[in-house]
């Protein structure tokens, strides 16, 4: 199975405040298709997970445009680039390259 | 406007069994595939199960395999799953997800999440 792992698991930020947080899988996430399928989810508190962002940089509909994903192959990052409260909560990064899918452990996001 | 409304969690005891339904609206439900994925309470997302458009293809996290059983029912635009031997661990709250559509050259992503359903597994 493919492993994601995130840092940090915690991330402290003030508001208007960038913050960054890093997903590596333990293996290439491109497909045979030539796509990488890399999404990056968001969990606010008591809330189900949404889609922010998808294959790797493509932002999902109604996501605000201070979300941003890169990376390639086997690193990634999300960045939000000026932190709302609206932003608190969890942020996993999942692949949908191969079966099973797996996620990352997931970044909690809180104003300090 | 998309919406899937996952029923039929509750308390069971161990070895016991549920049916889980989830009713999608907003999207040509024939056309996805669809997940389960499920969230122990206080604790990470796991992927359970997914089942092809037509339902004639599906796969299981190893920690299921054997005990759940996942259907669709186009018809009705009706996710199941049958969750057996329940055992402790599995206790978490079960989310239904629009999952892919796949082209000549690219899928789609699992994009809508419904609000869940909690299973609880004790004596």
């Known amino acids: 199975d493919i492993v994601l792992t995130q840092t940090p698991l915690s991330s402290p930020v003030t508001l208007g405040q960038p913050a960054s947080i890093s997903c590596r899988s333990s293996?290439?996430?491109?497909?045979?298709?030539?796509?990488?399928?890399l999404t990056w989810l968001q969990q606010r508190p008591g809330q189900p997970p949404r889609l922010l962002i998808y294959?790797?940089?493509n932002r999902f509909s109604g996501v605000p445009d201070r979300f941003s994903g890169s990376g390639a192959g086997t690193d990634f990052t999300l960045q939000i680039s000026r932190v709302e409260a609206e932003d608190v909560g969890v942020y996993y990064c999942?692949?949908?390259?191969?079966?099973?899918?797996?996620f990352g452990q997931g970044t909690k996001v809180e104003i300090k | 406007e998309v919406r899937l409304l996952e029923s039929g969690g509750g308390l069971v005891q161990p070895g016991g069994s549920l049916r889980l339904s989830c009713a999608a609206s907003g999207f040509f439900f024939s056309s996805y595939a669809m997940s389960w994925v499920r969230q122990a309470p206080g604790k990470g997302l796991e992927w359970v199960s997914i089942i092809s458009d037509s339902g004639d293809s599906t796969d299981y996290a190893d920690s299921v395999k054997g005990r759940f059983t996942v259907s669709r029912d186009n018809s009705k635009n009706t996710l199941y799953l049958e969750v057996n031997g329940l055992r402790p661990e599995d206790t978490a709250i079960y989310y239904c997800?629009?999952?892919?559509?796949?082209?000549?050259?690219?899928?789609?992503?699992?994009?809508?999440w419904g609000q869940g359903t909690l299973v609880t597994v004790s004596s």
């Open positions: 999942m692949q949908a390259t191969q079966f099973p899918r797996t």
């Open positions: 293996q290439s996430l491109v497909h045979s298709d030539g796509n990488t399928y």
């Open positions: 294959k790797i940089s």
């Open positions: 997800v629009k999952d892919q559509y796949c082209g000549s050259h690219s899928c789609s992503p699992p994009d809508y």
